[in-house]
C-alpha cells in the first residue's frame, strides 16, 4: 500500500519526544495509528544513531507469546539497553490482558521513552488518567483528511479532488480498490467487524438489533439534531420496549470508539451550554454511504461532516451554535480564538444564501464569521462575513 508521510501528526510526536508523559495514540480503527508509529520509528533511527526501539505489534502472531503483563514487562526489559536511549512501542496495547500493569511498571522505572495505540473502545480518553499513574499526552488520530487525499492521490485540480472525496472519504485502506462497490464493502467491514465488535466486547453488549438500529438511525440523522429520548420514541414506536438510558449509552459506546463525535449546542447570547439535543457527524462520512447506500445524497450534509471533522482535527472545541432561534452550524473555539462557521454545498441561489449568512450578522462579536461553499472562487467580503470556497479552505491549514 502507497504511503504518504502524515506530517501532521509525525510533527506533534516529535514534539514531545524525551519527555516523561506516557504518549498515547488515539483514533478509529483503520485510521493509521500504527502506520504513525512505523513512520516516527523511522523518524528517530535517522536522527539518533544512538538509539534502541523496543517494538511490539500485537496485530502480528508473534507476539502473542507476550499477551500476559508479565511476559510482556519481561521482555521489554529483556531488550533494554545500557548506554542507549531506549524507546518502547506497543500496538494494540489492550489485547495483552494487564496491559496498564506493564505501561506504569516501564513508566515508573524511568527508563523507557513510551509510546502506544489501541482500540479506543477499550483505551479511552476518559480513561487514560485513571489507567496510567503517569501523565499522558494524547495524538489523536483521524482519517485522511482532504489534503492527505489530494496528497495520496497526486491530484492537482482541487474542485474536481473534492468531487472525490466526498464519495471516497478517507478511510485510506479503502483505495487499494478498484471500484466504489468493493471500496463501500471494505469501508462497510471496517465498521461491523472492527469498531462495533471492540463495542460488544467492552461493554457485553446483548441487544445487537438495538445497537445496529441505534447506529443505522444516527448515520442517517448525521447532521441534524438528536437525543437519546427521540432515537428511543422512533425505534420504540416499532412495538418494542426499549429505554432512553440504554439508548443513551449505546450511543456513548458509538462515541467512545470514536464511530462518532457528539457535538454539544451553545447559546452563543446567552453563552450557556444547552442541555438537550445535540449533533453527531461520523469519524468518517463515507461510512454512511458503505452502510445505507447513496442514492439519496445531501451534499450538504456531507460537506458539514467533512467540515466538522477538520474543525476537531485541527485541535478546536466544537459547538452548535444557537441565537435567537436561528442556528450557526459550528462555532469552534481554541484558547483565546473563536470562528462561526456556516456550511452549504450551493449558496448561489440568494434565499440559500440569505438564510446562511443572516444568523452571522446577528453575531455583535468581532470574532471571524466564515461561510464555506462549494463557490469555485476566490474568498470575498460580504458584510465582513468572508465567503471561502470549502476546498481552498479545507486545502490551508
Known amino acids: 500500500m502507497k504511503l504518504i508521510e502524515r506530517r501532521f501528526y509525525l510533527d506533534k510526536l516529535i514534539n514531545v519526544m524525551g519527555t516523561p508523559d506516557i504518549k498515547v495514540i488515539t483514533g478509529v480503527r483503520r485510521s493509521g495509528k500504527s502506520k504513525l508509529l512505523e513512520a516516527f ?17 500485537f496485530n502480528l ?24 536511549e531506549n524507546y518502547v512501542f506497543i500496538d494494540e496495547v489492550q489485547m495483552c490482558k494487564g496491559f496498564e500493569k506493564v505501561v506504569n511498571g516501564l513508566h515508573a522505572s524511568e527508563k523507557y521513552d513510551i509510546y502506544i495505540t489501541g482500540s479506543n473502545a477499550f483505551l479511552l480518553s476518559s480513561d487514560l488518567a485513571t489507567l496510567f499513574t503517569g501523565r499522558t499526552f494524547e495524538i ?31 478511510m485510506a485502506g479503502s483505495y487499494l480498490y478498484k471500484d466504489y ?24 453488549i446483548r441487544n445487537i438489533q438495538l445497537m445496529d438500529r441505534i447506529v443505522d438511525f444516527l448515520m442517517d440523522n448525521v447532521s441534524n439534531l438528536s437525543s437519546a429520548r427521540n432515537i428511543t420514541n422512533t425505534l420504540g414506536s416499532m412495538h418494542e420496549k426499549i429505554h432512553h438510558t440504554t439508548v443513551g449509552s449505546y450511543m456513548q459506546y458509538l462515541c467512545n470508539a ?11 447570547k446567552g453563552k450557556k451550554y444547552l442541555s438537550s439535543n445535540d449533533k453527531y457527524y461520523l469519524c468518517d ?25 477538520e474543525l476537531l482535527r ?29 456550511v452549504s454545498d450551493n449558496i448561489s ?49
Open 258 to 268: 470514536f464511530a462518532f463525535y457528539k457535538i454539544r449546542r451553545y447559546d452563543i
Open 140 to 170: 489523536k488520530i483521524y482519517p485522511f483528511s482532504f489534503k492527505e487525499y489530494m496528497e495520496y492521490f497526486n491530484l492537482q485540480d482541487q474542485y474536481e479532488a473534492l468531487d472525490r472525496y466526498v464519495v471516497e472519504g478517507g
Open 41 to 57: 520509528g523511522m523518524y528517530i533511527k535517522s536522527q539518533n544513531s544512538n538509539c534502541n526501539i523496543i517494538q511490539v505489534n
Open 285 to 309: 462520512h463515507t461510512f454512511r454511504y458503505a452502510m445505507l447506500g447513496t442514492k439519496n445524497m445531501d451534499y450538504g450534509r456531507v460537506l458539514e461532516n467533512i467540515v466538522a471533522i
Open 314 to 342: 485541527r485541535g478546536y472545541e466544537v459547538y452548535v451554535g444557537i441565537l435567537h432561534e436561528k442556528e450557526i452550524d459550528f462555532v469552534a473555539v481554541k484558547r483565546s480564538e473563536k470562528l462561526y462557521v456556516q
Open 61 to 84: 502472531p508473534e507476539f502473542d507469546e507476550l499477551l500476559t503483563y508479565r511476559a510482556l514487562y519481561d521482555y521489554v526489559n529483556a531488550h533494554y539497553m545500557e548506554g542507549k
Open 181 to 204: 462497490e468493493s471500496k463501500y464493502d471494505y469501508i462497510a467491514d471496517v465498521f461491523h467487524t472492527l469498531i462495533v465488535r471492540d463495542i460488544r466486547k467492552k461493554y457485553r
Open 349 to 397: 441561489d440568494e434565499k440559500t444564501f440569505e438564510r446562511e449568512v443572516t444568523p452571522l450578522l446577528q453575531i455583535r462579536d468581532a470574532y471571524p464569521k466564515l461561510i464555506l461553499a462549494r463557490t469555485r472562487h476566490d474568498e470575498y467580503l460580504h458584510e465582513g462575513v468572508r465567503i471561502i470556497d470549502i476546498a481552498n479552505w479545507l486545502l490551508n491549514r
